[in-house]
């Protein structure tokens, strides 16, 4: 059974940055398309990336694009988030989740119409 271990977080100035790690166990992330969500205080998840099984499709929240990369290391069954150029307003809990035969598109923008499997999340706070 899939299990999925985010690590990576913590509290980091504006403009700073971090880089978290999905790590799964259980089977071969091979198979899985791999998303990342974050949740604010009192604001609703959001899809933040999402990346294909073998990293050649990649999807980005606006708010994120050109300051995030999402990347896989299937041999380490391992999928990262760089963040760079944080801001307050990335700040929150930082989720991965995975599923297979989804769309990049599908994964990030609409996780609650499928069954997905959750990490426990990660917490980033950012703040000077």
């Known amino acids: 059974q899939l299990q999925l271990v985010e690590s990576g977080g913590g509290l980091v100035q504006p403009g700073g940055s971090l880089r978290l790690s999905c790590a799964a166990s259980g089977v071969t992330l091979d198979d899985y398309v791999v998303g990342w969500y974050r949740q604010a205080p009192g604001k609703e998840r959001e899809g933040v990336s999402c990346?294909?099984?073998?990293?050649?499709?990649?999807h980005y929240a606006d708010s994120v694009t050109g300051r995030f990369t999402v990347s896989r290391d299937n041999a380490k069954n391992t999928v990262f988030l760089e963040m760079s150029a944080l801001k307050p307003e990335d700040t929150g809990i930082y989720y991965c989740?995975?599923?297979?035969?989804?769309?990049?598109?599908?994964?990030?923008?609409?996780?609650?119409?499928?069954?997905?499997?959750w990490g426990q999340g990660a917490q980033v706070t950012v703040s000077s």
């Open positions: 990346i294909s099984t073998r990293g050649l499709n990649t």
């Open positions: 989740a995975a599923a297979r035969g989804l769309t990049t598109t599908s994964l990030c923008n609409w996780p609650q119409n499928f069954s997905l499997v």
